[in-house]
């Protein structure tokens, strides 16, 4: 099992040796029964006031070597403590991309308590989420999913 584990993670280090890819900190920072959310830490600072934000969901069960999970950029306006979705992105079992789309959601109010507030929360109240830092989403995997 931790053979698969450190193959996944090696064929992930490699793939994003192939292009430039922005520094990721993907901290966990809420969970369900079903899944994990996390931030990528360094996409939370807000500039005048606007960020745009990396949010994943991980399913909290499965293999270490099963890599599927889902990313969305969160567009996030601080003067009336808004957000929006952006792009989300699908990754399948051997982490390689399956799906891309944009929403053109409208800004609005996350409801307390939610996950899109926690986001609004982290960028405009300039908190930072407590959890376990990791350099992308397969150590995450590679970690438990914890």
Known sequence: ?????????????????????????????????????????????????MATTRLARVPRTGDAG?????????????????????????????GAETDRYSEESPWERAPDGTIYADVVSFVCGDRRPAGTPYPDIAAFIAAGRK
């Open 66 to 94: 099963e890599l599927n999970y889902d990313t969305e950029e969160v567009e996030v306006r601080c003067s009336d403590q808004q957000s929006r979705s952006g792009l989300s992105v699908s990754y399948g079992p051997d």
């Open 1 to 49: 099992m931790k053979i698969v584990a450190a193959a996944a993670v090696t064929a992930l280090s490699a793939l994003s040796v192939a292009g430039p890819v922005a520094a990721q900190t993907w901290t966990l920072f809420s969970t369900t029964d079903r899944t994990a959310y996390l931030v990528d830490a360094d996409t939370l600072a807000a500039t005048d006031g």
